[in-house]
């Protein structure tokens, strides 16, 4: 019984585990998007000619990211 007991216990702790990664991953992927389509935004802005601007609300896109990543428990910038 106990062999079977600790079996289970593995297999829980391995479907938790891999739920954990699956969430983690999906965060990871849309904020790798958002970058991506930000940055197609700024290139294609610099081609119109309308430079960085900023957000309607007067903020920049480092600005914004900046902010986002303080939220999610993110260190800032390593100095070189």
Aim: glycine share 10%; no cysteine; net charge neutral.
């Amino acid at each position: 019984m106990d062999v079977v007991r600790v079996q289970l216990e593995r297999a829980r702790s391995h479907r938790v585990a891999a739920d954990v990664s699956h969430k983690v991953s999906e965060t990871i992927s849309k904020s790798q998007r958002e970058f991506f389509l930000r940055q197609q935004l700024k290139a294609i802005r610099e081609e119109l000619g309308e430079g960085n601007e900023g957000g309607a609300d007067g903020t920049d896109d480092l600005s914004v990211l900046e902010a986002k990543l303080g939220a999610a428990g993110v260190r800032g910038r390593q100095q070189p």
